[in-house]
Each structure stands twice: as C-alpha cells, then as structure tokens.
C-alpha cells in the first residue's frame, strides 16, 4: 500500500493558563484588490438611475416619431393645397434677431463648493440659460469663465460635448478677471480638436489705459448688494454666480466681487415684487431669462411675472415651505438647487429638440 500523507491541521496552543486550545477554521487572507460587494442603498440607487436612463430613451423616441408625424402631416396638407396660407407664410417667415450688445457671464468658479448632485442641475441650469437665449429675440453674448472639475467633466460627457457647438457662448478655464486684465483668456479647447470652428474666439485684451474702463463696465449681480439695478446698458457686463449652494455661503458672490473690485447690484424684486409671500430664490438660467425679458420689454415688473414660477406667487405654496425648512437659499445670481422641475434633462435633449425646430424654420 502507498504511504498516502494527510493534511496536518496547525492548532494554536494560547501560553496562558486556564486557556484550552480549541483549533479554530483555516485562515484565508482577502484579496485588497477585489472588487467590494455593494450596499443595498448603492444597488438600488444604480438600479434607479438604470431605469430613469431607459425612461429618457423611451421618451426621446416618443418625440421624435410625433415630430416626424407632425412633419408628414404638414408635407401631406401641402401637396394637397390644403396648408392655410397664412400658417404657411407664418412657418417661413424666420423670427428677427436682433443683438443687444451686452454681455453675461456666468461665473463658474465654485465648482469645488457643491456636491455631486449641484454639479448636475447647475449644468441643467447652463443649458436651459443657452437655450433662453438662442430664442431670444435680442440676446446677449454668453460668456462661461472658470469652467473646470466636474462641471467641465459632466459638460464633456453630454452628448459629445455638444456644448462646444452652443452657438454666441465663449468658453474660458481662466476667471472672469480676463475681461480687464492684460492677458487674454487662451481657449479651452485644443487647436487640432473637433469642432474648434464652434468656439468663439477670446476677447482681445485691453490697453493698460483701457483696463479701468473696462472693470468699470463690469456688475456682478447678487441680492447681498446694496445697489440696485435699474436699467441694462449695451456697453455693460453682467456676471451671474454659477452655483448651487443651499444658502451654506453667505455674502459668496458680493464678497468675491469685492475682492475683483468691481460694481455689484441686486435685480429690483422687492421693489416691484414686494408682495412675494415666498423667498426671492432665483435659479441661473431664470436670472438671465429675466435680464432678456427685460431688454425686450423695458419692464422689471413684466420680466418678473413672466419668469418667476407661478407657486412663488402663492402664500404657503411650494416655495414657502421650503422657505421655513431651509431657510433663504442663493438668491438672484446666487443659485438653488432644485428649483428646475426638469433637473434630470440632458443636454443632447435640448440640442437635438433646436435642430429639429431649425429645420421646421427652413422648411
């Protein structure tokens, strides 16, 4: 018969008295680099953002097929001479567009302030304040300054990068502080890059003469300023703080401007608005839509009732609940998270939906 040898087992005898060995089951060392198992909260969490994801796709093909509809309808009524010819005149008659010669600037700088989720919906809110103006009827020159870390990060991942094609936007990684000072912002983009024919060249610097002039020219808007604002001027810039912030920082955007040493001044709400039972909460994209409404009407109190949500005209509605929860929140330039009802909107969304219209226009 072989000798066959069987495993030994290794008991560890404690030296203590009274103690009594007990051999115990064979030790196995866990590998660092395995992957940990998830928590029920991170499964469920990814599960819902697998199904939100799934829903999104679901609806965009809904929209497309009824727009492709609504196009075949159209082409059908007119090749049968039943199109109304004022319907037809009014779908080729393109809307004037008229520049205001002014510029609005949203300043990115706080990105390291917000959490993961106020990085998502400031870039919802960028997105709609383009939108905003691509329909306006006299719209600004948009500049975004400061553009870095995960803002830059969730902007690349949208759609390709599709806000390189945001037409009348510049783009900058540098501060807003290029507007005056002696070095022009370099662009953000390499030049061997796709779709570098997108981005709107860099301002050229100012004379050493010209750079109190133009840091003069230059009003940071937050509710914090002791100015008020009274009329928009061509000539001027208007810096919008890009920020969610849930009222953590207070005096952010007047204490930064002070340090840049410039203008600040607060929107005219509470002189047109006095009224509002809820908080002056503004979102980024709302700010800039009311400076739009503003220059096609002349009116604060128009632009206000045009762009303020309908709840935060009613006592004990939405924005007065959460008035007494949290508190007051960024106001004016100064932004909150959450007062987009469609925060989760992609940016591929909004483009997609404009060409479509392009093309309706050109038709």
Not at 72 to 77: S, T
Not at 292 to 310: G, N, Q, Y
């Amino acid at each position: 018969m072989d000798n066959v040898e069987s495993p030994v087992e290794t008991v560890v005898v404690d030296d203590k008295p009274g103690s009594s060995a007990v051999p115990g089951p064979p030790q196995t060392q866990s590998d660092p680099d395995a992957p940990q198992p998830l928590s029920k909260k991170a499964i469920k969490k990814a599960a819902k953002a697998e199904r939100i994801t799934a829903q999104k796709l679901e609806r965009r093909a809904r929209e497309k097929e009824a727009k492709k509809e609504k196009k075949r309808v159209i082409a059908a009524k007119r090749a049968a001479g039943e199109l109304d010819e004022d319907e037809e005149k009014r779908r080729q008659k393109k809307r004037p567009w008229i520049h205001f010669g002014g510029k609005v600037v949203v300043d990115l700088g706080f990105d390291d302030l917000m959490n993961e989720k106020e990085v998502i919906s400031l870039c919802s809110q960028l997105a709609y304040t383009y939108s905003a103006n691509r329909n306006a009827a006299y719209p600004f020159t948009l500049l975004y300054t400061s553009l870095n870390g995960r803002t830059f990060t969730r902007l690349e991942s949208q759609n390709d990068a599709g806000y390189k094609r945001w037409t009348n936007t510049e783009w900058w990684q540098e501060g807003y502080e290029q507007l005056w000072q002696g070095q022009a912002a370099p662009p953000i983009f390499a030049p061997d890059e796709a779709n570098i024919s997108a981005l709107v060249e860099p301002i050229q610097p100012p004379t050493s003469e010209g750079w109190s002039a133009v840091q003069q020219s230059v009003i940071y808007l937050t509710a914090d300023s002791e100015e008020e604002l009274t009329e928009l001027k061509p000539e001027e810039s208007y810096i919008i703080g890009g920020i969610c912030d849930h009222n953590r920082y207070k005096n952010l955007c007047l204490n930064k401007a002070k340090e840049s040493g410039i203008r600040t001044a607060r929107l005219p709400i509470g002189r047109y608005l006095a009224s509002l039972p809820t908080r002056k909460v503004l979102t980024v994209n709302q700010v800039f839509e009311i400076l739009l409404k503003w220059v096609e009407t002349r009116d604060w109190e128009e632009a206000f009732h045009s762009v303020i949500p309908k709840r935060k005209f009613q006592s004990g509605g939405k924005g007065a609940k959460a008035s007494s929860e949290t508190g007051d929140a960024s106001k004016d330039g100064e932004t909150k998270d959450g007062e987009i009802e469609e925060e989760g909107e992609e940016l591929v969304v909004l483009e997609e939906q404009e060409q479509e219209e392009d093309g309706d226009e050109d038709r």
